[in-house]
């Protein structure tokens, strides 16, 4: 069974917390927080202080998906404000392994996001730092979009390669996550599901979260 993280994204903004109460009766085990700077993705979402107000909303666990550059600069000001997991690009992180050893001696656990074009062997050398890899499935920076299909032998490549190198890294797919297409997505490999659209704009939340949860 895949592990369900929605994504706040997609979420009434005016009305978080019904979205927190929601998520919090429902069977997600994480909070997918994104956070956008208009300068690494064309887009600019929320930032410290919203995930800190949803921190003090849920005890599960907060997956922020930071699409910022120089994310060493906001570690701690994320790891403070009660992120659990913190995920960067690799795309932006000159010193990756470094920025994942800063994540993990703050006290959260670790994640590399990679986007559709970058090949799995830029991150090959630093998987067993990593707690978390996020796929991403469309071009970072909105929500809604079409999942892109050759995510899906990426997939499999990545969890070859943490296979083979005897790690405990979990894939998550980010992007066009939707009933129909989940059950290819989890037999290819992945063990964490990131949803917003499918979540947020079904009519209801919580029974799309269980239908993507029983997902084998
Ligand atoms: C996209 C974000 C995703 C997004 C997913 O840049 O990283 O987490 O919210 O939304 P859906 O599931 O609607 O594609
Ligand atoms: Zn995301």
């Known amino acids: 069974m895949p592990i369900i993280a929605p994504s706040l994204l997609s979420a009434n903004f005016l009305q978080?917390?019904?979205a927190c109460e929601m998520l919090?009766?429902?069977?997600a085990e994480w909070f997918h927080l994104d956070v956008m700077d208009g300068r690494f993705v064309p887009n600019i979402s929320f930032g410290i202080p919203v995930v800190s107000a949803i921190r003090k909303a849920t005890k599960k666990i907060c997956d922020v998906h930071l699409m910022i550059e120089?994310?060493?600069n906001f570690a701690e000001a994320f790891q403070q404000a009660g992120a659990d997991i913190l995920t960067v690009h690799v795309e932006a992180c000159t010193h990756l392994h470094r920025n994942l050893q800063q994540i993990k001696s703050l006290g959260m656990k670790a994640g590399i996001a990679i986007n559709p074009h970058t090949p799995l062997d830029?991150?090959?050398e630093v998987?067993?730092?990593a707690d978390l890899v996020c796929i991403m499935s469309v071009n970072p920076g909105f929500g809604g979009q079409k999942f892109i299909a050759s995510t899906l032998s990426?997939?499999?490549k990545l969890k070859n390669i943490i296979t083979q190198s005897n790690a405990k890294t979990l894939i998550e797919v980010d992007g066009g996550v939707t009933l129909e297409n989940a059950n290819a997505i989890v037999k290819a490999g992945a063990d964490v599901l990131v949803a917003g659209n499918t979540v947020f704009n079904s009519?209801?939340?919580a029974g799309a979260i269980k239908l993507l949860k029983n997902i084998h």
């Open 203 to 205: 009519s209801d939340p």
């Open 16 to 18: 978080l917390d019904k």
């Open 70 to 72: 120089e994310p060493q």
């Open 24 to 27: 919090n009766n429902s069977e």
């Open 122 to 124: 830029a991150i090959k």
């Open 127 to 129: 998987i067993a730092e």
């Open 154 to 156: 990426k997939i499999e």
